[in-house]
């Protein structure tokens, strides 16, 4: 709370130093625009869900279908170009799911957290500014997203229903040239679909700074990137039993290269460093993508391989916490559609293939063998539920194919399903289930906006 009034009065001072700031004339002057968006989308799951795997599952239903609604709409008013204040609000409901709403509590935030349902929430609600004083700055103060690069370190996870990563923050933005450098400072929204976001405390706090630098003829760029992840509020539990804070810290670099002759290439490495309570964080995590794109063959395929790491807990009584946390990343598009991973003690072996057969329609399949980086750390999707400390289980999880197919129907309105389906290996059949598991989805995105006046 202490956070969210400090921006209202920043926002309140600002506001004075306007009318020198930003009196550039053009087409948004005392503009108003009015927007909604809405999506629906239908799941079907066999065997799994959010907090399971097994044809009896720890929570839920084996086979549960459920329908998605989220509602999008507000107002964009733009006192000119270089002065935008935006006020959205955000209504996430389900219908028919088979997990109550008392399953999403979070001992760490000690209040639900509900990835499928939290009704009528502000969503991008900010004052920005742009090139105050001709200086190539945009800041951005209030409710909004952050993300950059390929989301995996910061990213919006806009799949889920309610969002994972909504902020309350203050983003100061500098570009030049084709760079740019993004410093900011925030806490992340907890949806609780009981209480509005403005009466309880936020999630983690944050400090961070990502660059966008154009290293060689708009082909290699690299993201330095570094970024903290706290909370203070001693519900963090360490290998010793005892509570404590979490205090931890990320330094890493993305770089990547866009199309080198059909060929690119996408390399990300972090390193987080603080304490988990009274353990000691000593965790990293890597990401590798390799491809090529027949950009004169029919559909135009982009075929790639991936590996993805996150490290794990070798030793379960040593004090030292090796389990990556992967940060703010979004893992929807990541680790398998099914989301049964996390970026959390994983090794990820990836084959894709993807299809452009028109403008209007985009096609991948994807398969991933996934296996544990430490035998004797969890599987993440329910840590508690799917753990041998003694590595007797092995670090076989699974197997997963996916094929998800997008068909824009406007400009921005589109049709989207999908399939996936599991294979247990030998930790899945152990600890949990030899049952295969099925997922499918059809989702309806809807589209509008007006110029008030």
Known sequence: MKTFSSIMIFLLDLSLLLPTMVMAKSIYNNSLYFGTNIRFRYEYQNNFNIKSYS??????????????GRFRTGIDYWYTKNLHLKLWLQDSRVWGLNISDNRFYKYNFNREHNPYRDPFELWDSYLEIKSPFDVPLRIRAGRQRIYFGDNRVFGPGQWGNTGSWIWDAIR??????????????????????????????HGYECL?????????????????FSMTKRDTHKRYKGEDGR??????????????????????????????????ARDTIRAYAYHILFGYKFDSLYFRPKISGEY??????????????????????????????????????????EL???????????????????????????WYLNPKAYRDKTGNSGDRVGSEFDIVTRFKIHKKDEIQMGYGHFWPSEFAKKISSNSQADWVFVMLVYNFSTKLF
Request: glycine share 8%; charged share 25%.
């Open 352 to 378: 894709n293939l993807e299809l452009y057969p028109t403008k209007s329609t985009y096609c991948k399949l994807e398969f991933h063998r996934f296996y544990l980086a430490e035998k004797k750390d969890a």
């Open 55 to 68: 044809d009896h599952p720890v929570v839920g239903k084996a086979d549960d279908g459920f329908l998605l």
């Open 243 to 276: 509570v404590g804070d979490l205090n931890s810290y990320y330094i890493g670099m993305r770089g990547y290269i866009n199309n080198l002759k059909g060929f690119f290439l996408d390399l990300t490495y972090l390193t987080q460093r603080g304490d988990y």
């Open 308 to 349: 993805s790491y996150a490290s794990g807990d070798s030793n379960p009584y040593d004090h030292t916490h090796e389990t990556f946390d992967a940060a703010y990343g979004s893992r929807d598009k990541a680790y398998g559609r099914m989301n049964l991973f996390k970026w959390e003690n994983l090794r990820d072996e």
């Open 208 to 224: 961070g700074f990502y660059g966008h630098l154009n290293i060689y003829k708009k082909l290699l760029w690299i993201e330095p």
């Open 172 to 201: 100061a933005s500098y570009t030049f040239n084709q760079d740019a450098f993004d410093v900011f400072y925030g806490r992340t929204e907890i949806h609780d679909p009981h209480d509005f976001s403005l009466n309880h405390r």
